[in-house]
Every structure is written in structure tokens, then in C-alpha cells.
């Protein structure tokens, strides 16, 4: 019933607590979701198995190129069409058409249920805005993000957005931070915090601890003695150990590494790359051109896509040479032996939606091709995000911005396989207050939130519910469709006009009003039962083949009328955006109850659904009730004989009392209940539900006082027992008596 509540590890994560509550509130809830923890906690591997098992409509979004590609998704500017630059309050409407989205884009935005933003700590509050314009302007406008739950993954204590002082200028006025959390849309949203705790990459508790002191802030000097102990004057790598140095800036790795590969006596040897398609320089995630000599030390940057696992992003190694299919031969301690290492590709995606099964997929919009591997004497503290070494040589006192001295320190998997180009001092440890004061506070939630987690669960299943049985849409619709032709073209179209009035009091007597009444039942249900209610189950979807046929019984005759001639250009246009505007929703409606009919109502058949049915086009393609085709001309359903009755018990079903089928229905209250007497017999419908037990017992006695020759005949009971006994009930117990 829960649509992706059961959340698969196998990667040694089967007792993580923190990452099934993660999984719960995505997958049972539409609340958002911030997703943190300490480097190495394993939100990588969440993101994977996400995307993987999550049954909702999702795309992955990141901040930068390189982040993308390694996420398997689009960058935010690409992917909302988004100018480079700060974006004040205010600009998203400034800006309208500043880049043209495509009918496709805007499709799956319009069917987003998740939208997931890996390495969140890179993104600036004015952009999480920006993309909270998007969502409203293609969703829900009343609502933050449109009502799209997020996700968004990342460790505020890592790398920072960029804020430059100029554009700072721009948006300090508006903003308290530069950081996501300072984003305005993102405080109207109802979000929880979840920390994943066990750490994969340390083992040592001491240094878990350390490197949580140098987190947080809290450096005292017996942290920076231990640290310093590691500081090594004129230190020099054992030969033939596989040492990698980090340090801040990009200059004095480059510097680095040149120095110690012209030190080599051996051939250059240069490999260019293949870039196939739409392939972003920016985005290219290794070089374009690889300068190697024989004895370069190397890292691989990306894990072994033929799954032989010989190799993983951020392991080091020796070249060796060329083999003869043209690989690189690269020697690596730890397995003491040659990698054979061909060029791999990695892929440019963008979101597309399938044009059969209308899931959100992954299309390929370009290729690059290059060898796994750079030069790795030495690497920059932001590209070593995400990757862990057994030996590092830090040197990092030059460290400018937040977080800096915890990724490189967080990057060694022990203190002793770390050695410190230069002491640390405490100026070394940059951290932002801002951020440790918001992470402290969302974290003090924690607790209080996953008590809420199954009265938010109940609130998300009884929305989508309650989205399913409204017809305020559809009703609205169809009221402005009526009020055009009302007032244009009522001369031309008096006799299509007279049909569409008709069907407004239908509309709100076998729809609008048995949809409230069904609230009330499921709502009742769901309160006594759960959510897992097997009860529950057999009426939504009982209910559902009601209301599917009365939509087809009440639209079919206007479908087949609605496509007419209208001379003046004005009022055409008007009437052909009213009628488009109805389509969509009853398309939404018939579309989703025919699924929930054929099937039940999860929350992933739901959802999928609603998808659908809402990129289904009512022009082109049919809707089918029962196996019989209802398109804009169809052939008008004959009644079979019992479909009468059938009609009753579907609505019987749904909630309705018998007093409100018999109005709805303009039938008697002793038709409706000679309807549903005829399905005693077969169990569809049982006495229990009508009349209680002590009533039965009653009624069953006055029969028993009634002898043969008075053939027990309805009125001598009737006058037998208290007057506030119906025929009805009489009736319905009898036909339970006789059932067999």
C-alpha cells in the first residue's frame, strides 16, 4: 500500500536506521527532505539505490558539470533554462522567455512528483529561488516548488557556494545567506532534517572524532596536537608507496604534478578524448587531452563500469605502459599487479518522456570518451569530494573557504596513512556560524520528526485520496466551457448548449455530492483501520468503477458534439482554450480511475496514473471503460440488463446511503433497496451492512410468530413490530433468510 516504503541495501547498510527513515519520508510522505551526514556516510550510495527502487516520478539535479554527470543527471541551469549570475527576488518574472523551455520540458515538470538536488551545499539561495519560480509557473502556483517534494542531499560543514563579493552585493539586501537554507521559498516549505550517522570510510574512533571536532568547530589543542603530530618536515614519499597530495588551489596541484612528470626520463605519451553529441567542455569530467609518461602516478576518476571491480574512483596507481590493444597498463600496490585499463565513456543525459510507457527516462545527448585516469602526485581538496586515500600528504594551511580542511581531512581513511605538509594552526579550521547554528537546529527536530512519520504518512495517503474523488477541477472546467457557449454561441448551438446545462446538476449530484459522502467513509475507515485496510481497498476500488462510468455515461453524448464550427476567430479561440482546459481534466479523472479500477490505489499506481492520464491527449487517443472504446465520437453504451442494478451497487459501494442513490438516481427509496436485495444472495452485499444485528434478531422473531397459511406476508410483520421498522429492512433480512 505504501508505494516504496521498502527500502533494498546491498552495500552493507541493511541495519541503518537513519537511511530507512530517509527512505520513508521520500517514499510514504510528500514532505521534503534534507539528506546529511559526515563525508563517508554512505549519500552516494543513497542516491543510487534511489534512483534505482523509487517508485515516484523524479529527475537529479546538481549545482555543477562535473557533480552531474557523477550524479547521472542534468545541471539546474540546463535543465530549468536558468542565466548564469545572481537572480534577485523578482527576476524569474522579469526574465519570462529569457530561454525558450521546450513543450517536453514543461511536460515533465508538470508530472514532477521528487526532484532531487545532489551536493546542495554548492547552491546558492537565489538559485534554490529560481527554481521554485520554475515549479510554481508550471505546477501548483499557490505553492512552494509547486508542490514538488524535494530532496536535496549534501553536507553543509563541505564545500560552500560560490558567492562572489560583487554579486553578494546584489543579493545581501534580499538574503541572510548565501547558503541554500537562506533561499525564501525554501522557509514556506514543511521539511525534515535526517543525518546519516555510521561512518564507511574510518574505522578509528579517535579519528572519527577528530575529524567530527574540526566539523563542527569545536578545535581545541589537544585536536591540533593530535593532527600535528602527523606533520613530517620535508617529508617524502616512500619509493613505491602511492601517495597523492592535496592542496587548495588548482595552481599548485597543476604545479605539482608538471614538476614531478618532467622529472620522469621517458616519452610523453598524450591521449586525446572523443566527444560525440552535446558533451559541455565544462561538464568534461577527465582531460581532454591525458599527458602520461611511463612511472606517472595516476588515480582513477571513475569506478569500473565493466563490473569486474579491478578498479574504483580514487584508487591510485603506477603507469606502466601500453599494452597490446592499446590500454593503458597501470600497476597497482594493494593488488600487486597490472590493471589493464581501456577508454571508457561517461554520458551527457537530459530528461525525456517516453513515448509509449510516459515515465520520465534518461536520454543520452552525448558521449566522451577518455582514459579513467589523471595525473595524481597531486589533486585539488574540491575534486577529491567524494573519494578516499589510504596515503595523503595535506597540504592545506592556505585553506580560503569553509569546509575546506575537513573534506581534505575527511578524504584519509586513517590519521596514521596522513602526513601534513605544514602544521595546522586553528585559523587553519574555517567554518561558517550560519551553518552551524542552522544544522543544530534542524537537528534538534530530528527526533520529534520521525515520531511524526506515521501521522505524516496518513496525511499524504488521505491527499492523494482526497485528489483522486475531487471534482472541483473538472466542475470548474465545465462550468466556464457551459458559460462560453452560454454567452457566444448559444443561437448557433442552442440544442448543444441545452445538453451541456443538463449535465451540470448531474455533474453535482452523481459526482460532486457521492464523493463527499465516500470522504467520509474512507476517512472513517482509515481512522479505524490504517491505511493497510483491507476494507479500504475493496471500496476505493469498487468506487472507482462508479465514478468511472458516470463519466462516461455524462460526457459521451457532449464528446460527441463538442467539436464544432465557429466562424468568429475571438470567441473560437476562447471556446477551444475553455474546451481544451475540460479535456485535460476529465482526461486526469478518467484516466486515473480506470487505473485504480483495473488494478487498486497504491500510491505508485496513483501517481503513475495521474502522469499519464495527464500527457494523454483526448484528441488523439481513446479511453477505454470495460473494453469498449470511448472516443470524442463515440457510439452511445447500450444498457445491458442488471447494469441498472449494478449502478446502485457501485454507488452502494462508494458510500452513498440509500436514501442519497434513490435522489441521485431519480428512482424510489424501495427500487434502490429492490436493487440491492438482489445481491444478497451472491454476497455482494451483505445485511450487516444495512441493518444491525439487534434490528435483524427483531425482525427474524416476527417472522418466527407468523405462521404458514399468512404465507408470512410482509404487512403482518410490518404491523407486528415498533413503527420505526422499515419494508426495507424487512425485506433485506428476509432475503438474507433465504438465501440459500
Known amino acids: 500500500m505504501s508505494g516504496g516504503s521498502a527500502y533494498t541495501h546491498n552495500d552493507g547498510q541493511e541495519h541503518n536506521p537513519e537511511m530507512n527513515l530517509a527512505w520513508q519520508f521520500i517514499a510514504d510522505t510528500n514532505v521534503s527532505v534534507f539528506l546529511t551526514g559526515k563525508a563517508g556516510t554512505g549519500k552516494t550510495t543513497f542516491l543510487r539505490k534511489l534512483r534505482e527502487q523509487m517508485p515516484k ?29 545572481p537572480m534577485v527576488p523578482g527576476q524569474q518574472a522579469e526574465r519570462s522567455g529569457y530561454f525558450k523551455v521546450s513543450k ?26 529560481a527554481i521554485d519560480g520554475e515549479l510554481r509557473k508550471y505546477k501548483d502556483r499557490t505553492k512552494p516548488f509547486g508542490g514538488v517534494q524535494l530532496l536535496l542531499i549534501g553536507d553543509l560543514q563541505q564545500l560552500a557556494p560560490v558567492a562572489k563579493e560583487s554579486e553578494w552585493q546584489l543579493l545581501a539586501p534580499y538574503y541572510s545567506s548565501p547558503y541554500f537554507f537562506g533561499s525564501k521559498a525554501l522557509q514556506e516549505v514543511r521539511m525534515v532534517t535526517v543525518e546519516l550517522k555510521h561512518i564507511y570510510r574510518q574505522s578509528d574512533a579517535s579519528f572519527i572524532e577528530i575529524l567530527a571536532k574540526v566539523r563542527n568547530n569545536t578545535v581545541d589543542k589537544a585536536t591540533l596536537d593530535s593532527l600535528n603530530s602527523r606533520y613530517i618536515e620535508g617529508f617524502i614519499p616512500p619509493v613505491g608507496e602511492e601517495w597523492i597530495r592535496l592542496t587548495t588551489h588548482n595552481n599548485m596541484a597543476n604545479s605539482y604534478n608538471e614538476q614531478m612528470l618532467s622529472g620522469i626520463d621517458a616519452p610523453v605519451m598524450s591521449f586525446a578524448c572523443e566527444v560525440k553529441g552535446n558533451f559541455p567542455e565544462t561538464s568534461y569530467p577527465a582531460d581532454e587531452t591525458l599527458v602520461l609518461k611511463k612511472g606517472a602516478q595516476v588515480m582513477f576518476i571513475k569506478n569500473d563500469p565493466s563490473g569486474a571491480h579491478e578498479y574504483y574512483n580514487g584508487k591510485i596507481g603506477t603507469v606502466r605502459g601500453l599494452d597490446d590493444d592499446g590500454n593503458i597498463m597501470v600497476w597497482c600496490k594493494e593488488d600487486n599487479r597490472n590493471i589493464s585499463v581501456p577508454m571508457v565513456e561517461w554520458e551527457n543525459t537530459k530528461y525525456v518522456i517516453d513515448d509509449k510507457t510516459k515515465e520520465i527516462k534518461e536520454e543520452v545527448e552525448g558521449t566522451f570518451k577518455q582514459y579513467p585516469l589523471r595525473l595524481a602526485w597531486a589533486i585539488t581538496v574540491h575534486k577529491s569530494q567524494g573519494l578516499t586515500f589510504e596515503h595523503a600528504v595535506l597540504d592545506i594551511n592556505s585553506s580560503f573557504a569553509h569546509g575546506q580542511t575537513y573534506v581534505a581531512l575527511s578524504r584519509c581513511r586513517t590519521l596514521e596513512g596522513m602526513v601534513l605538509a605544514r602544521p595546522l594552526s586553528s585559523g587553519s579550521v574555517i567554518t561558517d556560524a550560519s551553518v552551524n547554528a542552522y544544522v543544530d537546529k534542524e537537528l534538534a527536530e530530528t527526533d520529534r520528526n520521525a515520531g511524526q512519520l506515521p501521522s505524516m504518512r496518513f496525511e499524504y495517503y488521505l491527499s492523494l485520496l482526497d485528489e483522486l474523488y475531487s471534482f472541483a477541477t473538472l466542475q470548474l472546467d465545465y462550468q466556464y466551457l457551459t458559460r462560453v457557449v452560454d454567452e457566444h454561441l448559444y443561437r448557433q448551438f442552442p440544442e448543444y448548449l441545452a445538453m451541456l446545462k443538463e449535465r451540470t446538476d448531474m455533474i453535482e449530484a452523481t459526482l460532486v455530492n457521492v464523493s463527499a459522502t465516500f470522504r467520509n467513509q474512507y476517512l472513517q475507515i482509515m481512522q479505524r483501520e490504517g491505511i493497510k485496510s483491507q476494507l479500504l481497498r475493496e471500496r476505493v476500488k469498487a468506487s472507482a468503477d462508479y465514478f468511472l462510468g458516470k463519466l462516461v455515461d455524462i460526457f459521451t453524448p457532449v464528446m460527441k458534439e463538442w467539436n464544432i464550427e465557429i466562424g468568429n476567430k475571438t470567441i473560437r479561440t476562447q471556446y477551444n482554450n475553455a474546451l481544451d482546459a475540460f479535456k485535460v481534466s ?54 445491458q440488463k442488471g447494469d441498472s442494478e449494478r449502478e446502485t451497487l457501485a454507488m ?24 440491492l436485495v438482489s445481491f444478497i444472495p451472491t454476497g455482494e452485499v451483505s445485511v450487516d451492512m444495512l441493518v444491525t444485528p439487534e434490528r435483524q434478531k427483531v425482525i427474524k422473531d416476527a417472522f418466527a410468530n407468523v405462521s404458514d397459511d399468512e404465507e408470512r406476508k410482509l404487512t403482518v410483520v410490518k404491523s407486528s413490530l415498533p413503527d420505526d421498522y422499515s419494508y426495507a429492512e424487512i425485506r433485506l433480512v428476509l432475503a438474507n433468510e433465504n438465501k440459500d
Open 652 to 675: 452502494f459501494k462508494a458510500g452513498s446511503t440509500i436514501d442519497e442513490i434513490a435522489a441521485a438516481r431519480s428512482l424510489t427509496k424501495g427500487t434502490i433497496i429492490g436493487h
Open 104 to 129: 517536453e520540458k514543461k511536460n515533465i515538470i508538470k508530472t514532477l512528483d521528487l526532484l532531487v538536488i545532489d551536493e546542495i551545499s554548492m547552491v546558492r539561495c537565489d538559485l534554490l529561488d
Open 57 to 85: 516520478r523524479m529527475v537529479v539535479l546538481a549545482p555543477t558539470g562535473v557533480a552531474a554527470i557523477n550524479a547521472q543527471g542534468q545541471t539546474i541551469h540546463s535543465f530549468f533554462q536558468l542565466p548564469f549570475g
Open 586 to 639: 476529465l482526461s486526469m479523472k478518467i484516466g486515473t480511475f480506470k487505473r485504480i479500477g483495473d488494478e487498486e490505489f497504491t500510491i505508485k499506481n496513483y501517481l503513475s496514473a495521474k502522469a499519464k492520464a495527464s500527457l494523454d491527449d483526448l484528441k488523439t487517443k481513446k479511453t477505454q471503460k470495460g473494453g469498449e472504446d470511448i472516443d470524442p465520437k463515440p457510439q452511445k453504451v447500450k444498457r
